[in-house]
């Protein structure tokens, strides 16, 4: 039958490693690489979003208005 953890069970249980534990792991137990990926990707996303807000505004400054044909 089983029991629930004691509390000496409950304290051995291992914490996630944080990204730069995982990076300094040369025994390898862990990949770091999704965790890399996920975080290159988010910043791409987020660098992307920046760049297109940035050409709308400067876009809109440099841009005569609509209908003007001067």
Not at 18 to 25: A, F
Not at 39 to 45: A, N, Q, R
Request: proline share 6%; aromatic share 12%; charged share 15%.
């Amino acid at each position: 039958m089983a029991t629930a953890p004691s509390y000496v069970e409950q304290q051995t249980i291992a914490r996630e490693k944080s990204l730069i534990e995982n990076l300094m792991d040369f025994s390898f137990e862990r990949m770091v690489t999704p965790r890399i990926l996920k975080m290159l990707y988010g910043l791409h996303l987020f660098m992307g979003l920046v760049a297109a807000i940035w050409f709308v505004i400067t876009g809109s400054r440099t841009l005569p208005p609509a209908g003007c044909w001067r």
